[in-house]
């Protein structure tokens, strides 16, 4: 099964018994009572199936984890030096990672159930579109251990892997769990611009800007918008300072290998874009998904922050948007690159016609009277 695998095109083929540890589960219990998971409502409606895989599947008896590296072959962070560019996390540069996955593990399931002895076998498929915790079974299964960032980091690929599963009814013996190998690095905790992780191994998604930038819908916290700089989806400072990663190699998959108009796009030409510019740019990747309101709403608050007045007409732009959330982010945006007296004639024009309380409060806030 495993050589299989790899002709298939994963790194990683291990296997974990069906069930997570007590602390797994306090962990995600505790997390969710204290509201970290943010607005991920369906985390805590899942609970009990994604706490014990066998409430999601009585029938399994075996855990397959697979894993696929998905490693850059630059510096990730390179993207958030760049003034005037947006950076976009490194798992979003490529092919939406379920399409690329999914029918290799399909293919895998299959080939194990053709293969096992005795008769009707069953598979179950996941690629993250089910209440499964992956990152704790491929620790179990051994492809690596869950750092102080609470992603999984391999010895051999550093942080840079998708994970899938198949829920199997096969009794197959378990491979050896991964130990911790962080030991008193600190590297992920102490870079993370807004300070997402109040101890280790613990993550406050609330402050996240993965999660602000994909799934927070609304206007994005005063407090944060600054430190988000120009990351209009995701974040991988966390990642990309682990010193694991120095095993790491590129991605080998073609399918995964990072398109290279989305390695530091401009922030002028995607705030250009409109609704069918932005579903035809972004076809066939995950990016989509967060929809043309909340993919406005991040570029501009890279403009804000990237200190570039030839975008202040981008953002003046943005103000006859339909979406008060958008406009917020503009007024920020306007807030942050134009002088005061600029700033004032702008509201002049746009302020009074202003319905949306947030919005006004945006004004009063980016150009005083």
């Known amino acids: 099964m495993k050589a299989k695998a790899r002709a298939l095109g994963f790194d990683a083929c291990r296997i974990a018994a069906p069930e997570l540890t007590g602390a797994t589960r306090n962990y995600l219990e505790s997390w969710l009572a204290e509201g970290q ?34 490693g850059p072959k630059d510096d990730p962070l390179d993207a958030t030096r760049r003034r005037g560019a947006a950076a976009i996390s490194v798992y979003a540069r490529h092919r939406d990672y379920h399409e690329v996955i999914k029918g290799r593990l399909k293919t895998l399931a299959g ?30 299964a051994g492809i690596g251990w869950q750092g102080k960032h609470t992603n999984l980091v391999s010895r051999e690929f550093g942080s840079w892997l998708f994970l899938g599963a198949i829920f199997s009814d096969i009794d197959l013996p378990p491979d050896a769990p991964e130990p911790d190998h962080c030991g008193s690095c600190r590297a992920c905790l ?6 997402a992780f109040p101890a280790p191994y613990r993550l406050d998604a609330r402050r996240c800007i993965s999660y602000l930038t994909i799934e927070h819908k609304g206007p994005i916290a005063q407090e944060f918008r600054a430190a988000i700089g120009n990351r209009i989806y995701g974040c991988d400072d966390c990642l990309a300072v682990c010193p694991w990663n120095k095993f790491a190699s590129g991605a080998h998959e073609a399918k995964l290998v990072a398109r290279a108009d989305l390695e530091a796009p ?11 510019g932005f579903r035809k740019r972004f076809a066939g990747g995950p990016i989509k998904r967060i929809g043309i309101e909340r993919f406005r709403r991040n570029v501009l608050i890279a403009i804000g922050n990237s200190g570039d007045r030839n975008l202040i007409q981008s953002a003046v732009a943005a103000l006859d948007s339909n979406s008060p959330v958008v406009r917020g982010a503009a007024v920020w945006a306007l807030g942050r690159i134009c002088q005061t007296d600029e700033g004032r004639v702008l509201r002049g024009q746009h302020a009074a016609r202003e319905s949306d309380a947030d919005v006004i409060a945006e004004w009063r806030l980016a150009f005083p009277a």
């Open 266 to 276: 401009s922030l002028a030409e995607l705030a250009a874009l409109d609704d069918a």
């Open 111 to 140: 080939w194990l159930v053709a293969t096992a002895e005795g008769d009707g076998a069953e598979v179950k498929v996941f690629v993250d579109t089910a209440p499964v915790m992956e990152k704790p079974l491929a620790a179990a």
């Open 190 to 195: 102490d870079v993370c611009p807004t300070q």
């Open 37 to 70: 998971h943010g607005q991920m409502a369906w985390m805590a409606e899942t609970f009990a199936r994604r706490a014990d895989p066998r409430t999601l599947w009585p029938g399994v008896r075996s855990v397959v984890m697979l894993a696929m590296n998905y």
